[in-house]
């Protein structure tokens, strides 16, 4: 069970994350059985999410319809209501499925640093680099809170806190200098500079505003999250 000091009035998160974590390895016994290769459901139901996504993505979720995501599939229309109820299920998927962290949260995990400021630099750049190399989802993220307010984000949640709240509760405990010792509110924290980071570097590029960044951005975006933008009083 993912071990929360109850100070800090964790004790239902707590019993949460254990049986969310419980659940997340029953299903990955039940998804990864030992077997030759994927069923044909499977197989369909992976190719149906590839496609809508690439039609989300380049025409839009509103303008995309179940025919044509059939079409793309090469499925009849009444075919691809065996694999997902609605188009809003569909998006749902892809947003659990693409998800990079299964690829970022290793990675995490190796990060090394002597001090608290070198692990969460590391982690950072980390993250940072791979969430660079999938564009796509940023995107994916545009449309779930302009089409859905962001009302699939629990989801998501309930699949990546169990995994990666144990690393800001170990960082917490074992890296005595930092200020923050609630460990969700690190992680929210830590969210937010990745996810601003990326969002703004998605709207000021080929601007101006880009033109005038230092050569070591990200670095400093770092270090405003680990120091703000504050001298120290002296």
Known sequence: PVGLDTSFGFATLRSGLHLGKLDATLDQRRIYMPKDRPTKGETTRIAIEDAAMNLFLTQGYAATS?????EEVGLALGG???????????????????????QI???????????????????????????????????????????????????????????????FEKA???????????????????????????????????????KLMPKNTEDAYVDIFLHGILKPVE
Request: glycine share 4%; net charge positive; hydrophobic share 50%.
């Open 80 to 102: 691809i209501y065996n694999h997902f109820s609605s188009k809003e299920e569909i998006f749902a998927g892809i947003i659990i499925d693409k998800h990079p962290y299964k």
């Open 172 to 210: 917490i405990k074992t890296r005595k200098n930092l200020r923050v010792t609630n460990p969700a509110l690190l992680m929210r924290s830590f969210i937010g500079l990745v996810v601003s980071y990326l969002m703004t570097e998605m709207i000021i590029s080929n601007s101006i505003l880009s």
């Open 105 to 167: 949260l290793p990675a995490i995990l190796a990060a090394e640093g002597a001090t608290a400021e070198d692990f969460y630099k590391n982690a950072a750049h980390i993250v940072i680099s791979e969430m660079g190399k999938r564009p796509e989802f940023m995107n994916l993220m545009f449309i779930e809170l302009v089409e859905f307010k962001g009302k699939h984000g629990a989801a998501l949640l309930k699949e990546i806190v169990p995994k990666i709240l144990p690393v």
């Open 66 to 70: 179940m025919r044509q995501i059939a």
